[in-house]
């Protein structure tokens, strides 16, 4: 069993409910290394995770709730076209990066109706239960990582990889669509 401070390094497939994918760290070849409480990932691939033992492979489904969180209306922003844009041509589907106290936001273009732009803050993956096959191929117990560690850094994972690489999603698939 996994505890809360194992550092982990797993390969992943995730899916959608009709099964396209959108994210894999197998195609890549390059797994993923994180620290098992630190919020890195989606709750529901946490706990999935905890639960397994090193070279198992489960496949699980994530509900929206324990994903990218329920879709939420409220973080639909209507803004001043000009203001914010200037004469800078925009299309639905557009994204910016909005600074903030707690750092940068990235807002897409929902809609555009005139001189109003409705901006979008909800992950393109708000509102999906997601399905994840994943395998875990190595724990390291205790093991906390920090931003640049590698693998080699906690001894026993035998891949170089620095910080958090973050999801590269396929841009083949239309979000909107599914």
């Not at 329920?70 to 076209?81: A, I, M």
């Not at 800078?88 to 936001?105: L, M, R, S």
């Not at 395998?135 to 910080?163: H, N, P, Q, T």
Request: proline share 2%; hydrophobic share 35%; glycine share 10%.
């Amino acid at each position: 069993m996994l505890n809360i401070g194992d550092t982990v390094k797993v390969h992943y497939t995730g899916k959608f409910t009709n099964g396209k994918v959108f994210d894999s760290t197998v195609s890549t070849g390059e797994p993923i290394m994180f620290t098992l409480g630190d919020d890195m990932m989606i709750p529901g691939f946490e706990k999935a995770v905890l639960e397994m033992s090193e070279n198992d492979i489960v496949t699980v489904t994530i509900p929206a709730k324990d994903a990218y969180g329920e879709y939420d209306e409220e973080l639909l922003l209507e803004v001043n076209k000009q203001e914010v844009f200037g004469d800078k041509e925009i299309k639905k589907g557009d994204t910016i990066q909005a600074p903030t106290d707690e750092g940068v936001v990235v807002l897409k273009v929902h809609k555009i109706k005139g001189d109003k732009v409705i901006l979008d803050g909800n992950s393109d993956l708000a509102g999906k239960d997601l399905i994840f096959e994943i395998e875990l191929l190595e724990v390291k117990k205790g093991a906390r990582i920090d931003e640049g560690d590698s693998f080699d850094d906690l001894g026993s994972f035998d891949d170089e990889m620095g910080g958090d690489e973050g999801f590269e999603f396929d841009d083949s698939v239309d979000i909107n669509s599914l």
